[in-house]
């Protein structure tokens, strides 16, 4: 496939772009994911709460595509966190996967206000020194929190999965990761495609490159270093959203883009969330 890899803190490659299924039914994931594989993605991004691990698991298992060649991203959800409880949510997450091993596991949320993602990251240490998740991460991680983390444990997150678009875009926790070799995640990368899709800047920049706002969004994306997970059960979408390498933005659109951060964000604030 034509989508490069960016090499994580562990020695793991990941595919710099992949599939979200948030909100993607059961039954539906089966056939968008397999359109997904078939238009060349290979990392796939799931959560036990989106509840479509199975539906997932089954398309990756009819694809014909090597595991090998596969990056599977599952998330623990809130209500599991804790050491114990941790491994049987992976276990379970891994059955209706029906994979023996994740490419990278998430802890969603941090839930600050709880004060268990530090033993729940410990549960993670063990899945990863089992040979069960390639790699480990977080997710709406402030810099607060992976601070903490890294003063009470031993294994750097390899990536932390945060909301991420042109009108949030998140220079203080990029420059954090920078910092400290965390891979910096775009969750919701074109804004849920609402306002975000109709931002004359963007269309201006659309109609320069003879592509799709939604193309030049992810493309930003990228010259960023960001990973990048957009979602669509759209096949025409979902391949318009893989054919983001045949073009390139120059220095004064990638300023047009900067200038469009409003730090407007569309889902809760990590620090209140339980
Ligand atoms: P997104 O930014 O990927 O937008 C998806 C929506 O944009 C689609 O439903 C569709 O309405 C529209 N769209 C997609 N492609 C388009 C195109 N080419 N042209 C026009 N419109 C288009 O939003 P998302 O699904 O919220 O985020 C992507 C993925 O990120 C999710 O599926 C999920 O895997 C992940 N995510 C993670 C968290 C977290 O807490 N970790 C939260 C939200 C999302």
């Not at 299924?21 to 078939?38: G, I, K, M, N, R």
């Not at 691990?53 to 998330?75: D, I, M, Q, W």
């Not at 926790?173 to 965390?182: K, L, N, Q, S, V």
Request: charged share 20%.
């Amino acid at each position: 496939s034509s989508v490069p890899t960016l090499t994580l803190n562990n020695g793991v490659t990941m595919p710099q772009l992949g599939f979200g299924v948030w909100q993607v039914p059961d039954d539906e994931a089966t056939s968008a994911v397999t359109t997904a594989l078939e238009a060349g993605y290979r990392s796939i991004d799931t959560a036990a709460i989106y509840g479509n691990e199975k539906g997932t698991g089954r398309a990756l298992a009819t694809a014909g595509v090597p595991r090998s060649e596969l990056f599977v991203t599952t998330k623990l959800w809130n209500a599991d966190q804790g050491y114990d409880s941790t491994l049987r949510a992976f276990d379970t997450s891994l059955d209706k996967l029906g994979l023996d091993h994740v490419d990278l596991y998430l802890i969603h949320w941090p839930r600050p206000a709880v004060g268990k993602y530090v033993d729940t990251w410990k549960a993670f240490e063990k899945i990863h020194a089992d040979g069960r998740a390639r790699a480990i991460g977080v997710s709406n991680f402030h810099p607060a929190h992976l601070q903490r983390l890294a003063e009470n444990s031993g294994v750097v997150p390899a990536v932390n999965q945060i909301e991420l678009h042109p009108h949030l875009q998140q220079s203080v926790p990029r420059a954090y990761h920078a910092d400290h070799g965390i891979a910096t995640e775009a969750w919701s990368p074109l804004g849920q495609g609402k306002d975000l899709l109709t931002e004359p800047v963007l269309q201006e920049l659309a109609r320069k490159h003879g592509r799709t706002v939604a193309q030049v969004v992810l493309r930003w994306h990228l010259q960023l270093g960001n990973v990048v997970i957009p979602k669509s059960v759209t096949p025409s979408r979902i391949r318009e959203n893989i054919d983001v390498f045949g073009f390139e933005l120059d220095q004064a659109d990638l300023d047009a883009v900067a200038a469009l951060n409003r730090d407007a964000r569309l889902g809760d604030d990590p620090e209140t969330v339980n």
